[in-house]
């Protein structure tokens, strides 16, 4: 089959540089689908667009990181970044820095953290005005949407 010795090494050495080639392909592909920005997107827009208040939480499956801003949500995970903008906005980040809100967010009804309507309308233009940064994503993310004497506000976070 081979005419010398040398020939056998070269096609040992061919198919070995091929198999490992073929090792990094496979070596370079993500074990895990990218993080699913559209199906918090869809969530929040259904709230957001609802004239009832309404909460829901969203997993966020295969996210390392989140980054809210009041018209778009990005996760980034190990298999790559994905955004995907609110139809329904702006809505409202919210964070730990801002206890009242998180407090609304996770279920204590509105007049008993704020004063009147007004103070949860100046508490969410408060946090409307922080820069949007990459934080860790948590397991899920919290959405409620709020109607209190004509006030009309969507929480995320």
């Known amino acids: 089959m081979f005419d010398t010795p040398i020939d056998g090494l070269y096609t040992w050495l061919g198919v070995s540089f091929v198999a490992a080639g073929a090792l990094a392909v496979a070596a370079g592909v993500p074990s895990a689908p990218p993080p699913d920005a559209a199906a918090v997107a869809e969530t929040v ?30 996760l980034r995970g190990a298999s790559g970044t994905v955004s995907a903008t609110f139809e ?27 004063e009147d309507p007004d103070a949860l309308v100046a508490a969410s233009r408060e946090t409307a005005d922080g820069r949007a940064s990459w934080r860790t994503a948590p397991e899920r993310l919290r959405v409620r949407h709020v109607t209190w004497g004509g006030v009309d506000v969507t929480l995320v976070g």
């Open 45 to 74: 827009d259904g709230l957001a667009a609802s004239s009832y208040a309404g909460a829901a939480t969203v997993p966020l499956a295969n996210a390392n990181e989140v980054r809210l801003t009041p018209r778009s949500v990005s």
């Open 88 to 114: 329904h906005g702006p809505i409202v980040v919210v964070t730990g820095a801002n206890e009242a809100l998180a407090a609304v967010l996770n279920g204590t009804s509105p007049h008993k953290v704020f």
